[in-house]
């Protein structure tokens, strides 16, 4: 193994916001033509946003052993070991400072791997070449559906991929969020959404009906015609509408499997609230619980963030303010005595 001592790095980045899924493409019978096989399908596609909160901070540093301390430690350990091991560098001590919450839609698990990954690429020595961090983030299996996660680490900003066939799905888009559009995250402690097992049984229960064709090519020019559009010509009224809508019919394909277009009634009703009291946009991310909404500068994000606390019986820990974050996981080396 090899290391690079006298060297502590530190990783910092955000977390990710999902906005939805394109439901699995369907093939009528007129595809399958006598004596040719289908022509491979993208499974899905995605749209979403990098924000600045919560933040991940983790510092990466040579040691003796491997070890990892913070939150999700187990982890993030399990992530070093792994492309220590590919990159043939380590031991390293991993210790997070900061991650968003386990399970509740805002990517922690990829955001985790690819924080790590930038860390031990930037341990690299100056003459080795520098590996992808897509590929790194492969090894790590993240990307197995959306690749929001990994493109948003390493690019920042709002995104749109193209579906998956046999490697990550490809970054189609990418646009600078505008910098005064808040954001307003509800993360309301509770049941968290699926993942793991879970999330794959759901998946494996989602039919792949003709419907879903009618509803796919919706959620395609809601995103080429109104979403990107409107990000473009920073026109918040036009954007809000049109991903409240996008993120609406998502759910409607995923109620059977998560209850309810937005998981639970309380889900339902925050977005409602949020919509009525000026925000805009709003929806759910991924599974959820997590729930966004947008508004226009600092001053109405801060009388929202107050209004859905007091409405819904908020502990502060589970509403906060957020912006766009139109960079990737930035990894910095300082030198150690």
């Excluded at 001590?93 to 805002?106: M, Y």
């Excluded at 520098?130 to 680490?153: K, M």
């Excluded at 930035?330 to 030198?335: I, K, N, P, T």
Aim: proline fraction near 7%.
């Amino acid at each position: 193994m090899m290391q690079r001592s006298g060297q502590r790095i530190h990783v910092r980045g955000g977390s990710r916001l999902h906005f939805g899924m394109l439901p699995g493409q369907w093939r009528g019978p007129q595809a399958e033509r006598a004596g040719e096989p289908p022509p491979p399908r993208r499974s899905f596609g995605s749209i979403g946003l990098m924000v600045s909160r919560p933040q991940m901070h983790l510092t990466i540093e040579a040691a003796s052993h491997w070890s990892a301390a913070g939150p999700h430690s187990e982890r993030a350990l399990a992530y070093a070991r792994t492309l220590g091991a590919l990159l043939g560098l380590g031991p390293f001590a991993v210790n997070i400072d900061s991650t968003a919450r386990e399970h509740c839609g805002l990517g922690l698990g990829t955001q985790l791997a690819m924080g790590v990954a930038s860390g031990l690429a930037a341990a690299l020595p100056p003459a080795r070449p520098r590996p992808s961090l897509v590929e790194l983030g492969s090894e790590l299996q993240r990307g197995n559906r959306s690749a929001i996660g990994i493109h948003g680490a390493i690019h920042g900003g709002f995104l749109v991929d193209g579906g998956r066939l046999e490697k990550p799905a490809p970054l189609i888009a990418r646009l600078a969020w505008p910098e005064h559009w808040s954001i307003v995250l509800v993360i309301p402690v509770g049941r968290p959404g699926r993942y793991g097992r879970q999330e794959i049984e759901a998946f494996e229960q989602l039919a792949d009906l003709p419907e879903n064709e009618a509803r796919n090519g919706r959620l395609c020019r809601l995103v080429l015609r109104d979403i990107l559009p409107a990000v473009t010509e920073q026109d918040l009224p036009t954007f809000g509408g049109a991903l409240h809508e996008f993120n609406r019919l998502v759910g409607e394909y995923f109620t059977p499997v998560q209850g309810g277009i937005y998981g639970n009634r309380r889900r339902l009703d925050i977005v409602q609230f949020l919509e009525l009291n000026g925000g805009t946009g709003s929806g759910q991310s991924s599974w959820g619980p997590a729930i966004f909404t947008f508004v226009e500068g600092k001053e109405k994000a801060h009388r929202l963030f107050q209004q859905v606390r007091s409405e819904f019986s908020l502990e502060e820990s589970e509403v906060l303010i957020s912006s766009g974050l139109n960079r990737g996981v930035a990894a910095s080396v300082d030198a150690v005595d």
